[in-house]
C-alpha cells in the first residue's frame, strides 16, 4: 500500500524559507515523478512543481524561488521554498504518478497536505 506523507509546514514570515518533506512508503520515488500542489482556502488545487527522473519543472509563480530535490537514500522529495510570499500560504500537498506532469490528473497518490501560513 501506498503512503506518502507531507512534514515541514509551518508559519513563516515573508521573505522566510520553508523546507517541506515527502516521504514515500509502498514504493521507490526516483522510479515515479513526484509533484508538488497547493490549495489556498477557496481556491483551486494549482500546480507547484515536479521532479521525474529526467527533469525538474516548476510553475512561474514559484520559478527562482522554489526547488525540489530528491534524497533516494530516504526515499524523500523536498520543497525548498525561499523569498516566500503571502499567496504561498496554502495547504501543500506532494503526489506520485507514472505520467507526472502539470495536471492532477498525472498522479495517482497524494498525500495528506501540510499548512503553510506567511504573514508579514
Known amino acids: 500500500q501506498v503512503q506518502l506523507v507531507e512534514s515541514g509546514g509551518g508559519w513563516v514570515q515573508t521573505g522566510g524559507s520553508l523546507r517541506l518533506s515527502c516521504s514515500a512508503s509502498?514504493?521507490?520515488?526516483?522510479?515515479?515523478?513526484v509533484g508538488w500542489f497547493r490549495q489556498a482556502p477557496g481556491k483551486e488545487r494549482e500546480f507547484v512543481g515536479a521532479?521525474?527522473?529526467?527533469?525538474?519543472y516548476y510553475a512561474d509563480s514559484v520559478k527562482g524561488r522554489f526547488t525540489i530535490s530528491r534524497d533516494i537514500a530516504k526515499n524523500t522529495v523536498y520543497l525548498q521554498m525561499n523569498s516566500l510570499k503571502s499567496e504561498d500560504a496554502a495547504v501543500y500537498y506532494c503526489?506520485?504518478?507514472?505520467?507526472?506532469?502539470?495536471?492532477?490528473?498525472?498522479?495517482?497518490?497524494w498525500g495528506q497536505g501540510t499548512q503553510v501560513t506567511v504573514s508579514s
Open positions: 509502498g514504493l521507490t520515488f526516483y522510479l515515479y515523478t
Open positions: 521532479a521525474s527522473r529526467q527533469s525538474t
Open positions: 503526489a506520485v504518478g507514472k505520467v507526472g506532469g502539470r495536471l492532477e490528473q498525472g498522479y495517482n497518490h
